[in-house]
Nanobody
Framework: VQLQASGGGLVQAGGSLRLSCTAS????????MAWFRQTPGKEREFVAR????????YYADSVKGRFTISRDNAENTVYLQMNSLKPEDTAAYYC????????????????WGQGTLVTVSS
């Protein structure tokens, strides 16, 4: 199983980025997908989650209204559209897959991507 994340980069505050995560080696439509983020010295933090069908999404309060998670089951890809970025959004972003539905906790995920770095300058 591989989760390949991409789309990170350097952006000014107020700008936008779209992250992508393409899965292989699993039946993508059977997995809840999520994005987490992590900064050095801190625990991995939940950002957003989307159910298998894509009908329901969940967000951390810190990104609600600015970030949008979506998925394309035909392309085995989950996306994170990030708008109105703030310097505090700077982190390595990880996609994750959960067969059992996932949650806000990083403990509930079976597979992880390698991370893509997002840097927001002020």
């Amino acid at each position: 199983v591989q989760l390949q994340a991409s789309g990170g980069g350097l952006v000014q505050a107020g700008g936008s980025l779209r992250l992508s995560c393409t899965a292989s080696g699993l039946t993508f439509s059977r997995y809840t997908m999520a994005w987490f983020r992590q900064t050095p010295g801190k625990e991995r933090e939940f950002v957003a989650r989307i159910t298998r069908s894509g009908n329901t999404t969940y967000y951390a309060d810190s990104v609600k209204g600015r970030f949008t998670i979506s998925r394309d089951n035909a392309e085995n890809t989950v996306y994170l559209q990030m708008n109105s970025l703030k310097p505090e959004d700077t982190a390595a972003y990880y996609c994750a897959a959960s067969f059992y539905g996932g949650s806000w906790s990083s403990q509930g995920y079976n597979y992880w991507g390698q991370g893509t770095l997002v840097t927001v300058s002020s």
